[in-house]
Nanobody
């Protein structure tokens, strides 16, 4: 069955960097768009970035533009979110998700990972 597993979360100081990975299995990865979402304590889950199945269409939330970079490795069934210049407001649980179709920042995804905690604090 489809499975997405995030890794790479942790505690980082403001201004620091983290790279999240999403390992996929159980479905044809190169036919699916990937999205990254996050949920801060007490807030709704929000879209952070999305990439099309080929990697040629990418979207970012305004709050992360210029700081985060999404990528997709279809040969190895992995997706990544490079996060630079991290701020305390980036703290939350980060989820990767897969959908057959367009890359979206909304929640209409078919498969979801279990999430990885990212904490930005001094």
């Amino acid at each position: 069955q489809p499975l997405l597993v995030e890794s790479g979360g942790g505690l980082v100081q403001p201004g620091g960097s983290l790279r999240l990975s999403c390992a996929a299995s159980g479905f044809t990865f190169d036919e699916y768009a990937i999205g990254w979402f996050r949920q801060a304590p007490g807030k709704d889950r929000e879209g952070v970035s999305a990439i099309s199945h080929t990697g040629d269409t990418i979207h970012y939330a305004d709050s992360v533009k210029g700081r985060f970079t999404i990528s997709k490795d279809n040969a190895n069934n992995r997706a990544y979110l490079q996060m630079n210049s991290l701020k305390p407001e980036d703290t939350g649980v980060y989820y990767c998700a897969a959908r057959w179709g367009l890359a979206l920042l909304s929640q209409e995804y078919d498969y979801w990972g279990q999430g990885a905690q990212v904490t930005v604090s001094s």
